[in-house]
């Protein structure tokens, strides 16, 4: 049987348990469609948070993005542990009182304690603005993922991906969700560790990849660790250090908290804890939740080292067991002859990985340029297309001129520049051949590279999958309950009765999934830099105001409303400077180097500063203005305790 | 909540414990993660340094023993102070 179909095989196989959950899981009343029903075992919402968090980016990219950065792997620890230490401000700040004030939506909180239907509708457009933002990201995560396994394009793959979410989402709420969630969370996770102990047992020798990473290297005997190995190969090939210290500690400082504080507000996160039965379960299972996430999370960094280590030896066959020039480069001939090199062949036709043989000596060189050897291969191709561009009867004599300059230059260069203590003359080198690695083939090509079975490469599509159509659920499920139970019910028509409510949710759904997937048919040109505006927005706005809603009584209304658009415009204004007005190419006030930043915080850290100014001007509003009256005073003391919480009031 | 007194007594031994925790969480993650990784560069947890082992892995396990230590006690105190549910 053929790769493909093997991957339908396994793909249709989880879609089928997807929507299989869905019928079963039906949801037929609105405390069952925003919250399922508040019956949710907290070890399953652990697992269904776990899911919901970790997205197509977390499963496909997060190793690639740690171990392909050009400042090292160890400054993009930030990652690790923003998007993890989060869940502990959830658990003790924020979770169990939102779920003891047990009604459905962030907003709603925000409404009540504030007593002040603006705030609610202030905590609509974070929320919407969050949410929508993140999940553009989403559904072209589900296209990319399905073109790239199953050989149909994105946007095709982006309408079976909008049409299964449909089909659980609107017929199960919450409840289908809840559900599917947790089916999805174990495809993923099996999808993700099987390639990764196999990895680690052959470059380590240890079966769990947490301890591969701090492992020895095996192949040599086991006489250097793991990590050592990999910094003295990159370094030797002209990279920065794989441990290297980070240039700028004050901005991964700001960077790791914005990524946790924006982490707890996030509100598809936050109403995963609205679904357990009591406040004590709301504690346990944010714990549960992290140690689902963990799973994942501590072996991505593991698989990212190894998968970097494993890149550079094959490209370098000497770096194995010796320096890397000891030996011969790759040469292309074994690329295409030997069996167990032919996954680099399979990953060059998706156009994930990209080699040439720029000096034809038949063998494909892979190392870092400096920049003095860059700038002169830049020269040389200027110099060569502009030769070629030029009209068939304009005078050719200077622009032949120019490329004979722009040779000798880098002639200059490569008898000069070094790369340990030899001359690229001396080494025989022009050009790094490898000219592109994706920080995608981390994890995908290693089913490939560690030459396992191919129901495990199926498995790998079927888990990128989950990962995509969870966390597309879940903030379709937050965006479309802000519509119905905010907008609907709290400000258009409050009357609005129990089953038109439930249907008003469904619409709500299904436009939200057309709308998502309009948005993913036609990204707006910045997918990537609205991830910092998401976790940014939410860092600024929806933690502080909740926290302070929990932990202050005195601060009201005012403050309130005050804190958010000053925490909201603060950081969006700041993330507009360098990435352009609502993010229109062109229109960025400042570029977006780190010279140019303010204090060296970069747009993506801004969140923290703007958290520190929703909480500085909540408070100084609240002082100069009326304390919250008695009545929201008592609710503030009700939520603080757990006991009484029982079933949610639908209002 | 019957009396006033309990209740505050409760809410501020909520708050001593999220006071400790939250110390730990930021000396783990932040202190031997980032600021301090320099400083320790000399210590090894197996092949890594302490301060890149604590930003890659050891945060993680230590943010996930502070959750549930955090519901454990937190449970006692609810029961002592009668507010459990």
């Given at each position: 049987?053929?790769?493909?179909?093997?991957?339908?095989i396994?793909?249709?196989f989880?879609?089928?348990i997807y929507?299989?959950?869905?019928?079963?899981a039906r949801?037929?009343?609105t405390?069952?469609?925003?919250a399922?029903?508040?019956?949710?075992n907290?070890?399953?919402?652990?697992?269904?948070?776990?899911?919901?968090?970790m997205?197509a980016?977390?499963?496909?990219s997060?190793?690639?993005i740690?171990?392909?950065?050009?400042a090292?792997g160890?400054?993009?620890s930030?990652?690790?542990?923003?998007w993890t230490?989060?869940?502990v401000?959830l658990?003790m700040?924020?979770a169990?009182?939102?779920?003891?004030?047990?009604?459905f939506?962030v907003?709603?909180?925000?409404g009540d304690r504030?007593?002040?239907?603006?705030?609610?509708?202030?905590?609509?457009?974070?929320l919407?603005v969050?949410?929508?933002?993140?999940?553009i990201?989403?559904?072209?995560?589900?296209g990319?993922?399905?073109?790239r396994?199953?050989?149909?394009?994105?946007?095709?793959g982006l309408?079976i991906?909008?049409?299964?979410?449909?089909?659980y989402?609107?017929?199960?709420?919450?409840?289908?969700i809840?559900?599917?969630?947790?089916?999805?969370?174990?495809?993923?996770i099996?999808?993700?560790t099987i390639?990764?102990?196999?990895?680690s047992?052959?470059l380590t020798?240890?079966?769990?990849?947490?301890?591969?990473l701090i492992g020895?290297?095996a192949p040599?005997g086991g006489?250097?660790?793991?990590?050592a190995?990999?910094?003295s190969?990159?370094?030797?090939?002209?990279?920065?250090?794989?441990t290297?210290?980070t240039?700028n500690m004050f901005?991964?400082?700001?960077?790791?908290?914005s990524?946790?504080?924006?982490?707890a507000?996030?509100?598809?996160?936050?109403i995963?804890f609205?679904?357990?039965?009591?406040?004590?379960?709301?504690r346990s299972?944010?714990?549960?939740?992290?140690?689902?996430?963990?799973?994942?999370?501590t072996?991505a960094?593991?698989v990212g080292?190894?998968a970097?280590l494993n890149l550079?030896t094959?490209?370098?066959?000497?770096?194995k067991e010796?320096?890397?020039f000891?030996?011969?480069a790759l040469?292309v001939?074994?690329?295409?002859?030997?069996?167990?090199?032919?996954?680099?062949n399979?990953?060059?036709a998706?156009g994930?990985?990209a080699?040439?043989?720029k000096n034809?000596?038949?063998?494909?060189?892979?190392?870092?340029?400096?920049?003095?050897?860059?700038d002169?291969?830049?020269?040389v191709?200027?110099a060569?297309?502009?030769?070629?561009?030029?009209?068939?009867?304009?005078?050719?004599a200077p622009?032949?001129a120019?490329?004979?300059e722009?040779?000798?230059?880098l002639t200059?260069?490569?008898?000069?520049?070094?790369?340990?203590?030899?001359?690229f003359?001396?080494?025989?080198?022009?050009?790094?051949?490898?000219?592109?690695?994706d920080?995608?083939?981390?994890?995908l090509?290693?089913p490939?590279i560690?030459?396992?079975p191919g129901?495990?490469?199926?498995?790998?599509?079927a888990g990128?999958?989950a990962?995509a159509?969870s966390t597309?659920a879940?903030l379709?499920?937050?965006?479309s309950?802000?519509?119905?139970?905010d907008?609907?019910?709290?400000?258009?028509?409050?009357?609005i009765?129990e089953?038109?409510?439930?249907?008003?949710?469904?619409?709500?759904?299904?436009?939200?999934i057309?709308?998502?997937?309009?948005?993913g048919?036609?990204p707006p040109g910045?997918?990537?830099?609205v991830?910092?505006?998401?976790?940014?927005?939410?860092a600024a706005t929806i933690?502080?105001?909740?926290?302070m809603?929990?932990?202050?009584?005195?601060?009201?209304?005012a403050?309130?409303?005050?804190?958010?658009l000053?925490g909201?415009?603060?950081?969006?204004?700041?993330?507009?400077?360098y990435?352009?007005w609502?993010?229109v190419p062109?229109?960025a006030?400042?570029?977006?180097?780190?010279a140019?930043?303010?204090?060296?915080?970069?747009p993506?850290?801004?969140?923290t500063?703007?958290?520190v100014?929703n909480f500085?001007v909540a408070?100084?509003?609240?002082?100069?203005?009326?304390?919250p009256?008695?009545h929201?005073?008592?609710?503030?003391?009700s939520?603080?305790?757990?006991?009484?919480?029982?079933?949610?009031?639908?209002? | 909540?019957?009396?006033?007194?309990?209740a505050?007594?409760?809410w501020?031994a909520?708050?001593?414990?999220?006071l400790?925790?939250?110390?730990i969480?930021?000396a783990?993650?932040f202190g031997?993660?980032?600021?301090?990784?320099?400083?320790?560069?000399g210590?090894?947890?197996?092949?890594?340094d302490?301060?890149?082992?604590?930003?890659?892995?050891?945060s993680?396990y230590?943010?996930i023993v502070?959750?549930?230590?955090?519901?454990?006690m937190?449970?006692?105190?609810d029961?002592?102070?009668?507010?459990?549910?």
């Open positions: 049987m053929d790769q493909f179909t093997l991957n339908l396994v793909v249709g989880t879609f089928a929507i299989g959950i869905a019928i079963w949801a037929g009343t405390a069952e469609f925003y399922a029903g508040q019956g949710v907290p070890v399953m919402n652990g697992m269904a948070t776990g899911a919901d968090w997205s980016a977390s499963f496909i997060m190793a690639g740690i171990a392909l950065a050009p090292g160890y400054q993009q930030a990652f690790l542990m923003g230490g989060g869940y401000l658990a700040l924020l169990p009182y939102l779920r003891k004030f047990g009604k939506t907003p709603e909180f925000i504030f007593y002040s239907k603006t705030a609610r509708l202030v905590g609509v457009l974070c919407i969050i949410s929508v933002t993140y999940v990201g989403q559904m072209r995560g589900v990319v993922t399905f073109s396994f199953l050989e149909v394009t994105t946007d095709t309408y991906g909008a049409t299964v979410v449909f089909a989402a609107v017929l199960g709420g919450m409840k289908g809840t559900y599917t969630q947790v089916a999805q969370y174990v495809v993923l099996i999808a993700y390639p990764a102990i196999f990895i047992l052959s020798g240890s079966f769990l990849p947490q301890l591969g020895s290297y040599t006489e250097v660790s793991m990590l190995k990999l910094d190969v990159v370094t030797e090939l002209g990279f920065t250090a794989y290297a210290d240039t901005n991964m400082f700001l960077f790791t908290m990524l946790m504080i924006g982490t507000g996030l509100p598809h996160v936050i995963r609205f679904t357990v039965p009591k406040v004590a379960d709301a299972s944010a714990g549960w939740a992290l140690v689902f996430i963990a799973l994942l999370y072996v960094p593991a080292a190894m970097r550079s094959t490209f370098w066959p000497g770096a010796g320096s890397a000891s030996m011969p040469s001939a074994d690329i295409e002859s030997k069996p167990e090199l032919a996954w680099i399979t990953w060059k998706t994930l990985l080699f040439e043989d034809g000596d038949g063998m494909i060189q892979y190392f870092n340029e400096p920049k003095a050897l860059a002169a291969n830049k020269a191709a200027a060569k297309k502009a030769l070629a561009d030029a009209a068939a009867d304009a005078d050719k622009l032949e120019a490329v004979t722009a040779e000798t230059a200059t260069v490569l008898g000069t520049a070094t790369l340990g203590d030899k001359t003359a001396e080494l025989g080198f022009s050009a790094n051949e490898v000219t592109k690695v920080n995608d083939i981390m994890v090509a290693n490939e560690a030459a396992l129901w495990v490469i199926a498995l790998v599509a990128g999958l990962a159509l597309a879940g379709l499920l937050a965006i309950s802000a519509v119905s139970h907008l609907i019910k709290g400000a258009i028509n409050p009357n009765s089953k038109g409510e439930l249907l008003a949710a469904r619409i709500s759904m299904g436009f939200a057309v709308v998502a997937t309009w948005l048919l036609n910045f997918a990537a830099q991830v910092a505006l998401a976790f940014g927005l939410a933690f502080p105001v909740l926290m809603g929990i932990f202050s009584k005195r601060v009201n209304s403050g309130a409303i005050a804190g958010m000053a909201l415009i603060f950081t969006a204004v700041y993330i507009f400077l990435l352009g609502f993010f062109g229109t006030v400042y570029a977006n180097t780190p140019n930043h303010f204090f060296g915080i970069s993506l850290s801004i969140g500063v703007g958290a100014v500085a408070y100084g509003v609240s002082m100069v203005t009326k304390a009256p008695a929201v005073v008592e609710l503030i003391e939520i603080r305790v757990p006991k009484g919480a029982g079933k949610a009031q639908a209002h | 909540m019957a009396d006033k007194s309990s505050n007594a409760y501020a909520n708050v001593r414990i999220i400790i925790s939250l110390a969480w930021f783990c993650s031997l993660g980032i600021l301090l990784r320099p400083a320790l560069s210590i090894m947890v197996g092949g890594a302490l301060g890149f082992w604590f930003a890659q892995n050891g993680i230590v943010f502070l959750i549930f230590v955090y519901a454990k937190m449970g006692k105190v029961a002592e102070h009668g507010v459990e549910e």
